[in-house]
């Protein structure tokens, strides 16, 4: 398993940034994958879970800002992030099942996003 996230960096308050992640040695089309985040000193957060066929879940605190998509073409996930704030900075990461708890060691190193004014 093999997973790539990119994309990151810095941003003002209200930009927009879409992060990727690559992912590799495993059959990614019928894989559930999801995106999750660690800001400095916390836990993660998840953020966002993709099934094979697209269908997508939110956290209620997630939704409206953000949106995970996917091409399994590419085997390549994405997440669109809007009207980004500073509490957004932290690091990104792709991991693959819908929510961190069945991620185990099954994710990538991360990108990191600051937001700064």
């Known amino acids: 398993v093999h997973l790539v996230e990119s994309g990151g960096g810095l941003v003002q308050p209200g930009g927009s940034l879409r992060l990727s992640c690559a992912a590799s040695?495993?059959?990614?089309?019928?894989?559930?994958m999801s995106w999750a985040r660690q800001a400095p000193g916390q836990g993660l957060e998840w953020l966002a879970g993709?099934?094979?066929?697209?269908?997508?879940k939110y956290p209620d605190s997630m939704k409206g800002r953000f949106t995970i998509s996917r091409d399994n073409a590419k085997n390549t996930m994405y997440l669109q992030m809007n009207s980004l704030k500073p509490e957004d900075t932290g690091v990104y990461y792709c991991?693959?099942?819908?929510?961190?708890?069945?991620?185990?060691?099954?994710r990538g190193q991360g990108t990191q996003v600051t937001v700064f004014s």
């Open positions: 991991g693959i099942g819908l929510t961190t708890t069945t991620w185990g060691n099954r």
């Open positions: 040695g495993f059959t990614f089309s019928t894989a559930t």
């Open positions: 993709i099934y094979w066929d697209g269908v997508t």
